[in-house]
């Protein structure tokens, strides 16, 4: 039966949707009055304080993908699922405190003017504008690719609706969770193969009546309108109200969720609700660290994302945005850190909701990426209060807070780095609506890429690793001296070269994605664990006995009948590890003749297998972990060995630059303008704060705010994780 009403959503829903786009455009109607030359409209005239730097931050780092790519983990994985958003800058937050002052002290309009600046290099600006707009532009996919199949699930199809083709498709993925359920040790060898099989075919069980890329088109649409009306200062405005929203979203399902398992399951409060949980859900998924079916989430895993993550973050053209546009050197770090860590305490409530939907909807749903639109659904729809329309708006506020300012960074390095090179005399108003046409591109080329790809986590690894290309000459260019033009460009081209042209450029060759030697996978491993029985794994042991009787009785039963379980009782249980895609991001694709890789072709495991180390036999998260360490150790081994056998830049344009990275934004816009004055005069006047004032590494001594905020920021990593292990361990035995 179709939806009552337009894509299934009530007249409340609507209106609450309608009233969102309506504030937040005329927030940037009213921001455009403050657009004066492009820095208001770039840098909102660097006039914020500490409560706008923070959910600006906030806004900037969240985004519905965020959410799906958690829901997503978790469903796939269980609660070691929620990593996929904490490991990625939840220790990095000391870190991020001593990083932030750089993009204030900097006192540039883009980050692509560092490159400009501390390498003497308008065509290295340039390339850096390149790279980064190639960046925002995955960012932005990701972002869209997420929405439109949360929303979509909002208006999922009933069975009896799905045309012939999506029938087939959802009758396979169904046999595939059956087998899935079944202990691998107890299959048949006909089950055992025809689970790989469809395991590898990965069948669709969701569709919807809503056209997915129409979807990406209307949202990247008004994306566009609302941003480029009233510049940073809008987005960053409106970043406070798409904060609450994006804080709403994260607890909206919560206690909606509890109710639900207590009226299904016979249970009583919360703390009722979370002894269900562990009742019904296997004890491995609950495992935070550990399980034996989370082949990507190792502890080297973690450990190479989170450091890659520290390397490429900086890089990032957003982080002049996010804390180049604070008042003052505190500002911009308060904000900064405070704004990551509401978001690392979003990202456990984005995990527990998806637990609780394990729990409510276990294996009914294929796609992990639907789940979230499917309880918003089944939990707020019943209810016609608008919470539906009131979830959407939540989505998309959590998708516009940060696409708007992604895609203002993008338009300002073209404008900036690109552009005006070009043009360099042109008025500023010019540069302003340069500025719009370039956003318009920008969203433009986005939502087309969102329509080609559909897979959300294998976007967000590629997005984490392509700031790599750059990472070496920017924290290399801020600590030391040594570094210098020609060895900058050798390793942002060498990486760039294995980032993008040869990962994207060698598939484009016929027969490459069905070459038989790139086909290769990982072994299909066998894994044994105990556990104590719980209620899913009562059901399933039962599942398997009946199997095996129904067998036995046309005599194709194999080895012994398994043995009757009971809850609480140990027992073992033997996991099969799927085959892996070695070399294509996006696994294998078995629909045709031949198998044929999809998405990128990793370039720098092509050269480890090569060269003898026999990838096939490495588990698929340690060859996951060779890319990360590639991209950590090669272009700053590459920069320091080039940087030693050429000349070094000229001391007076380095003494310069270092000399205003030590020079404190304080106080008002004129207080700044005279300490540089100083700096200028004598760029050394702050040599005596530096750890080694005689060589060529610029490591700053710190004081009691460093300290402070570094301490500070420890104990909230620390905070965080005993959080989520407290309610991850709420209601177990």
């Not at 510049?231 to 206690?255: K, T, W």
């Not at 318009?440 to 080329?445: E, H, K, P, T």
Request: aromatic share 12%.
């Amino acid at each position: 039966m179709k939806p009552a009403s337009l894509w299934g959503l009530s007249s409340l829903d609507l209106v609450i949707i309608l009233i969102y786009f309506i504030v937040i455009i005329i927030i940037a109607f009213r921001a455009a009055r403050l657009v004066n030359n492009r820095e208001d409209y770039f840098m909102a005239g660097r006039r914020f304080g500490k409560l706008i730097q923070t959910f600006a931050a906030f806004g900037q780092a969240t985004s519905v993908e965020n959410v799906t790519t958690t829901t997503t983990m978790v469903n796939s994985n269980g609660a070691s699922g929620i990593w996929a958003m904490l490991a990625g800058g939840l220790i990095n937050l000391p870190v991020f405190w001593m990083t932030s002052i750089w993009y204030r002290r900097l006192r540039l309009l883009t980050l692509g003017d560092f490159f400009e600046e501390r390498y003497s290099s308008k065509k290295m600006a340039a390339f850096y504008a390149l790279c980064q707009t190639i960046f925002f532009v995955l960012i932005a996919a990701i972002g869209l690719v997420a929405m439109s199949k949360t929303v979509s699930a909002i208006a999922a199809k009933p069975v009896e609706e799905l045309n012939p083709v999506e029938k087939v498709s959802y009758y396979k993925a169904i046999e595939r969770e059956k087998l899935e359920a079944a202990d691998f040790a107890l299959l048949t060898a006909n089950q055992k193969t025809k689970l790989v099989e469809l395991q590898l075919l990965d069948p669709k069980k969701e569709y919807s009546y809503i056209d997915e890329n129409w979807l990406i088109v209307i949202v990247a649409f008004v994306t566009l309108l609302y941003a480029s009306i009233g510049g940073l200062a809008a987005a960053f405005m409106v970043d406070l109200i798409q904060g609450i929203f994006i804080i709403l979203l994260s607890i909206m399902l919560i206690p909606f969720a509890m109710a639900k398992i207590n009226v299904q399951f016979g249970s009583h409060g919360i703390l009722g609700s979370f002894e269900t949980m562990h009742k019904v859900l296997p004890a491995s998924f609950m495992e935070i660290w550990g399980s034996p079916s989370l082949i990507e989430f190792s502890w080297y895993w973690i450990a190479g994302f989170s450091i890659m993550i520290i390397l490429t973050t900086a890089v990032q053209a957003n982080q002049m945005t996010a804390c180049g546009s604070a008042k003052d050197d505190y500002t911009a770090r308060y904000g900064f850190v405070s704004g990551m860590l509401l978001k690392r305490y979003s990202s456990v409530m984005w995990g527990i909701v998806a637990l609780m939907t394990v729990v409510l909807y276990g294996g009914t749903i294929s796609d992990p990426d639907y789940v979230w639109g499917h309880a918003t659904r089944d939990l707020l729809g019943p209810l016609h209060l608008g919470l539906v329309g009131l979830m959407i708006a939540c989505l998309i506020a959590a998708l516009m807070a940060a696409k708007s300012a992604f895609m203002l960074t993008a338009a300002a390095l073209v404008t900036n780095n690109l552009y005006r090179p070009f043009r360099p005399n042109c008025t500023e108003n010019h540069y302003i609506w340069a500025g719009r046409i370039f956003s318009a591109l920008y969203m433009i080329v986005s939502a087309y890429i969102a329509m080609q790809s559909n897979g959300i986590f294998e976007l967000f690894k590629m997005t984490m690793m392509f700031n790599s290309i750059l990472a070496a000459a920017f924290w290399l260019g801020m600590l030391w001296r040594r570094s210098n033009p020609i060895s900058a460009w050798v390793s942002m081209v060498f990486m760039f070269i294995a980032t993008l042209i040869l990962p994207f450029g060698i598939p484009v060759f016929p027969g490459v994605r069905s070459s038989e030697y790139l086909c290769k996978t990982t072994q299909a491993i066998p894994v044994t664990r105990s556990y104590t029985a719980r209620e899913m794994d009562v059901k399933d042991r039962n599942l398997a006995i009946a199997s095996w009787n129904n067998l036995k009785a046309i005599g194709k039963a194999e080895g012994e009948k398994p043995l009757v379980i009971q809850t609480g009782q140990k027992f073992e249980k033997k996991v099969l590890l799927p085959k892996k895609s070695i070399f294509w991001s996006e696994g294998l694709d078995y629909a045709t003749e031949r198998p044929t890789g999809k998405g990128y072709l990793k370039v720098e495991l092509i050269a480890l297998d090569l060269m003898g180390w026999d990838l096939s036999k490495n588990s698929y998260s340690l060859n996951e972990t060779l890319t990360f360490l590639f991209r950590i150790i090669i272009p700053f081994l590459i920069l320091t060995l080039v940087a030693f056998f050429t000349k070094p830049q000229k001391k007076a344009i380095l003494d310069q630059f270092y000399g205003k990275m030590l020079t404190p934004v304080v106080g008002t816009h004129e207080d700044d303008d005279r300490e540089m004055l100083l700096t200028r005069t004598n760029p050394t006047r702050f040599n005596h704060l530096k750890i080694f004032p005689k060589s060529n590494w610029e490591f700053r001594i710190w004081n009691r705010e460093d300290w402070t905020g570094v301490i500070v920021s420890c104990f909230a990593v620390a905070s965080v994780v005993a959080l989520l292990v407290f309610i991850v361990s709420l209601g177990g035995a």
